[in-house]
């Protein structure tokens, strides 16, 4: 069995995070050309922006994870706990 890296698992998040933004956007294209009533239009896009939001949010983590001056597992380990907790806010 292969193992994964921190960085190929953010990596794989953010495609997939994107993957999905990406479908949700084709959904708010097809509901304007099916001339869908506004707040359903509105819902679809207050959907894609969150998730855009999210996608950057494990951008800017995979960045400090990289950036990090950390060179124990347990620092590592901790920073990947705060990082994850960051994402989980907005």
């Given at each position: ?5 921190p960085?190929?698992d ?29 707040n ?51």
């Amino acid at each position: 069995m292969v193992q994964t890296t921190p960085e190929d698992d953010a990596s794989k998040k953010i495609t997939s995070r994107l993957k999905r933004s990406r479908g949700q956007l084709d959904a708010v294209l097809r509901m304007m050309d099916e001339g869908k009533p506004c707040n359903e239009v509105l819902m679809q896009l207050s959907a894609v922006k969150s998730s855009v939001d999210k996608a950057m949010k494990l951008v800017m983590a995979q960045n400090i994870r990289r950036n990090s001056n950390c060179t124990s597992e347990k620092q590592l380990a901790e920073l990947q706990k705060s990082l994850d907790l960051m994402l989980k806010t907005k």
